[in-house]
């Protein structure tokens, strides 16, 4: 369910995601995911921060943790850093 900080976390999401923060945006997100760390939507989302902050061996490190804690995201996860490090 969502709770307060939820709520404040997915406003914050909006209001940094509309002023392109992504350095802002980068937290809330590890927040997210180190709240929920088998979710990999929240792993995405940081991924993506990391991406668009320029920060790619970041972005590798985060897929492969990820990958560590749900291995249903193991090939996703390769995917992605294929993707990154064909860029």
């Known amino acids: 369910g969502y709770g307060t900080v939820n709520a ?4 914050l999401v909006q ?3 509309a002023r392109q923060d992504f350095q802002r945006l980068l937290g809330v997100w ?3 995911a180190e709240n929920e760390p088998t ?3 929240y792993w995405k989302k940081v991924t993506e921060a990391q991406l668009r902050l ?9 897929l492969q943790e990820a990958a560590g ?3 249903d995201f193991r090939t996703e996860a ?5 993707d990154i490090q064909g860029r």
């Open 8 to 11: 404040r976390e997915n406003i």
């Open 15 to 17: 209001v940094y995601s």
């Open 30 to 32: 590890q927040a997210f």
């Open 39 to 41: 979710n990999t939507d």
């Open 54 to 62: 320029g920060q790619f061996n970041e972005a590798i490190k985060t």
């Open 69 to 71: 804690l749900n291995p």
């Open 78 to 82: 390769e995917n992605y850093i294929n």
